[in-house]
């Protein structure tokens, strides 16, 4: 009698630990390991300055993007106060360092904890807000915390800013864009395993519980309230401990940058690369990087044309009209972002030559 052999057509679960593995297949972890490989020990030695400035600062935007990611994405809670968190990371981690000497090592995490419990602060109107009158609280929170950061000149020097020591592990001091892209990325590696792992356990179901249903979520048991301020701490700690970094990485820093438009830059990144997907907001964070560095460099080109020629156009309205075109054209033609597009790409790998 003739025997048949089967063979699966897809990836199929037999237990909740097969489920919960972070990759389907060992092809998933060899690709992995292969990218790592060669970002760790191909890239920093090859790629130029201005490359390595790039990287770096994609590295640092994709931390805060994926804190910001588990609070809009999984929990479903919308917060625009994120670019403030991120200055409040960078102020704490720069007081930390030179009022009272503390080492990098300490001072990066400790920025993270400190900005987190001022999230949950500002997150504790999500108990009884939410949509637009809780991104109106949080907005507010925008505001409230670039007014400390300059008024409070006794703490944060004002507008003056505030230049940090040099970072160093023993005798060896981090400076270049070369050493300093070991320690972002390194972070961003570990972040991104925190992150995921938050999401397999039971807080990260409840965040989902709370994004589809927040009702349902409450009559299963789940108290709301705790865990959206949880989401609020973790995602504050993310813009925190980027923050940090990035004044470590900038040397100096001033309030400026902290402003509403970085805050709306994060919020591109995670609906660009797409929402409840970690991945996605490094895919994010890459996307909104790059299109700020063409659209600086096509700015100058641009005033340089209308210079010559007396055109007679403004050009400083750019940068916002792209950002907002990108969003509505995601919106409307890749809600899931790009993701969802990078899915896409592989599952077409995967069936080929079938096209379903």
């Not at 609280?137 to 940090?164: C, D, H, P, R």
């Amino acid at each position: 009698m003739r025997k048949f052999s089967f063979h699966p057509c897809g990836n199929y679960h037999e237990s909740y630990k097969q489920e919960l593995n972070i990759f389907e297949t060992d092809f998933g972890r060899a690709c992995l390991l292969i990218f790592l490989a060669v970002l760790f020990f191909v890239v920093p030695f090859v790629a130029g300055p201005y490359t390595m400035y790039i990287l770096n600062t994609i590295g640092i935007a994709a931390i805060a993007a994926i804190g910001l990611n588990i609070l809009i994405g999984y929990t479903g809670q919308i917060s625009l106060g994120h670019g403030a968190f991120f200055g409040v990371g960078a102020y704490a981690a720069a007081i930390l360092a030179t009022r009272l000497d503390i080492s990098f090592l300490i001072a990066i995490p400790a920025a993270g904890f400190i900005t987190a419990g001022v999230g949950m602060i500002f997150g504790l109107p999500s108990g009884r807000l939410k949509g637009l009158y809780l991104t109106i609280a949080t907005l507010a929170g925008q505001f409230i915390i670039e007014y400390v950061l300059i008024q409070w000149e006794s703490l944060t020097k004002g507008t003056m800013g505030i230049v940090l020591p040099a970072p160093k592990i023993l005798q060896w001091t981090i400076s270049g864009d070369r050493a300093f892209f070991f320690l972002i990325f390194i972070s961003l590696v570990l972040m991104t395993l925190i992150a995921v792992n938050i999401m397999r356990s039971k807080y990260g179901r409840a965040f989902i519980a709370i994004r589809d249903n927040d009702r349902a979520a409450e009559g299963m048991g789940i108290p709301i309230f705790k865990y959206k301020l949880l989401s609020f701490g973790i995602s504050s700690f993310y813009a925190g401990f980027a923050g940090a970094l990035w004044a470590y990485y900038m040397v100096s820093i001033t309030t400026e940058p902290f402003n509403l438009g970085l805050s709306v830059e994060f919020i591109a990144m995670v609906i660009i690369g797409g929402m409840g997907n970690i991945p996605g907001a490094i895919f994010g964070a890459t996307f909104i990087t790059l299109l700020n560095e063409l659209l600086r460099y096509l700015t100058v080109l641009l005033m340089n044309i209308n210079f010559v020629i007396n055109l007679g156009f403004n050009i400083a309205p750019l940068k916002e009209f792209v950002f907002g075109l990108a969003i509505v054209l995601f919106i409307l033609i890749e809600p899931k972002g790009l993701a969802e597009l990078w899915r896409i790409i592989r599952s077409s790998f995967k069936l080929w030559p079938f096209s379903y």
